[in-house]
């Protein structure tokens, strides 16, 4: 064999070398298993952006408790220490499916760790979930923390690769009592993590539609919570305002203050002004 013949077989077995070891380290790719699957492109892009998938795609047994869109309000107004701490709840070591689960004892408790436990940052059991078959066939999560209750569903499956990876859809974010802060030591009553999600930061001082114009404030406080780099979904409010702001600088060469002269000297007139202001108006008017 010729020199050359042999460097590139020695280049060729390499690279198969590098391929099957590629294949081995990644069993799956939850960012493209989930990318399959429409709703879940939220939970999907915090997984990435939290860097929780490269934590999963490392596993061989792991369940992921998913999240679609829509159930991802509370979570997306919080910052991403505590978005990854939530969403590494939602990360259990083990291989379940929709078959496993219904195989639980009715009635029964069980704890599943998370990957929370295996971050080092986990107080008490905060680190683990209880799942619970209940009898009416429903299967519900919670926070295995003293106290905590059942807050999530168990809705279906998404994917599955037996017995490696499983993604399910869950109903409610799982929070564990002190995550976000809002929880100190035991002893206390539980505090109110789950009743107050649905609408929380949606302090809107209303006011009267005549002092809108200057309304900086409300979008540079909307958008602050997300990374500048946050995707789309969630314009709605933010992208009403700007757009409010725009229209108002647009027209507001003439309108705030001229309208309110036109609808006093209009009320004036009513109220029996005399000639001289009618006059006036006219001509203010006519020099628009
Ligand atoms: C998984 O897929 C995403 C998107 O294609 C890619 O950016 C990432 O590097 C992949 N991760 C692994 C471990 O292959
Ligand atoms: C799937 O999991 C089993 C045991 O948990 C492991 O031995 C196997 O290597 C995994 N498969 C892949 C493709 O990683």
Redesign the pocket.
């Known amino acids: 064999m010729s020199p050359s013949g042999a460097g590139s077989l020695i280049l060729i077995l390499s690279a198969v070398l590098l391929l099957s070891s ?1 294949t081995i ?2 069993a799956f ?4 298993l989930l ?1 399959r699957y429409p709703g879940f492109e939220q939970f999907n892009q915090l997984l ?1 952006r939290t860097q929780l ?2 934590e999963i ?2 596993r061989r047994t792991i369940t992921v408790l998913g999240l679609p869109n829509d159930r991802l309000a509370t979570i997306m107004q919080m910052t991403e220490d505590v978005q990854k701490s939530i969403l590494s709840l939602h990360i259990v070591l083990d291989y379940y499916d929709m078959i496993k689960f219904n195989k639980l004892a009715p009635a029964s408790k069980t704890t599943l760790t998370t990957l929370y436990q295996s971050s080092g940052v986990a107080n008490d059991k905060q680190g683990f979930i209880d799942v619970v078959h209940r009898r009416d066939g429903t299967i519900v999560f919670g926070s295995s923390m003293p106290g905590a209750p059942l807050v999530s569903a168990l809705v279906n499956s998404v994917a599955s690769q037996p017995f490696n990876i499983s993604v399910l859809s869950v109903s409610q974010p799982i929070i564990a009592p002190g995550m976000d802060g809002s929880w100190v030591e035991p002893a206390a009553p539980p505090p109110p993590p789950k009743a107050a999600a649905p609408v929380p930061a949606v302090k809107e001082p209303p006011p009267p539609e005549a002092e809108e114009p200057v309304a900086d404030e409300p979008t540079a406080d909307a958008p602050a919570p997300s990374p500048a780099d946050a995707p789309a979904p969630a314009p709605s409010p933010a992208a009403d305002a700007p757009a409010e702001d725009e229209a108002g600088e647009d027209a507001s060469d003439q309108d705030p203050e001229e309208n309110k002269k036109k609808s006093a000297a209009v009320k004036q007139v009513v109220s029996g002004m005399t000639v001289g202001l009618v006059i006036g108006l006219a001509s203010f008017l006519a020099g628009q």
């Open positions: 590629a380290t990644s790719n939850i960012t493209i990318g990435s998938a490269e795609n490392r």
